[in-house]
């Protein structure tokens, strides 16, 4: 497993990954576009982000930043997003992804992250790495006027 930063001619690939992990986690996919202008803004911005590779094949991505320096531990690392294309999946390559994250990324900082409720898949693969929930965040997505 080998990472590399994510370079300007990998966006479409990756905006592609990005839908595919909209609709992973149960979410209605954006259009490819959006997500590469989204995308070249968040790399442009605090956002850094790294492309997995085996014999040289892109695989997945991830996508982080520092943890808010308000935070209760500040000086850790927020995983934006994670994704292993399927082809991959069910081989130890999220695993070995993940591994090679927190080696090269993380480096013994604390790790947070999100997992949707709609990704159940997501948090047995996060439990299974030997996370732990943290918090659970509520929304109201819609609210009634008066």
Do not use: C
């Not at 990756?14 to 595919?20: D, G, K, L, Y």
């Amino acid at each position: 497993m080998r990472s590399r930063s994510i370079q300007p001619d990998d966006h479409p690939r990756v905006a592609e990954w990005n839908r595919q992990l909209q609709i992973d986690e149960g979410a209605t996919p954006m259009e490819r576009e959006p997500i590469e202008a989204r995308l070249r803004r968040w790399l442009g911005g605090v956002y850094d982000g790294v492309i997995f590779e085996v014999d040289g094949d892109p695989i997945g991505y991830a996508l982080y930043r520092p943890t808010d320096d308000d935070q209760k531990e500040p000086g850790g690392i927020y995983l934006r997003q994670f994704f292993i294309a399927a082809a991959y999946r069910r081989r130890g390559n999220g695993t070995r992804a993940m591994r090679a994250f927190l080696d090269e990324v993380v480096a013994g900082r604390r790790l947070v992250l999100e997992a949707l409720n709609s990704n159940p898949a997501g948090q047995e693969f996060w439990r299974s790495l030997g996370m732990s929930v943290y918090a659970i965040t509520f929304e109201l997505r819609e609210t009634a006027a008066d």
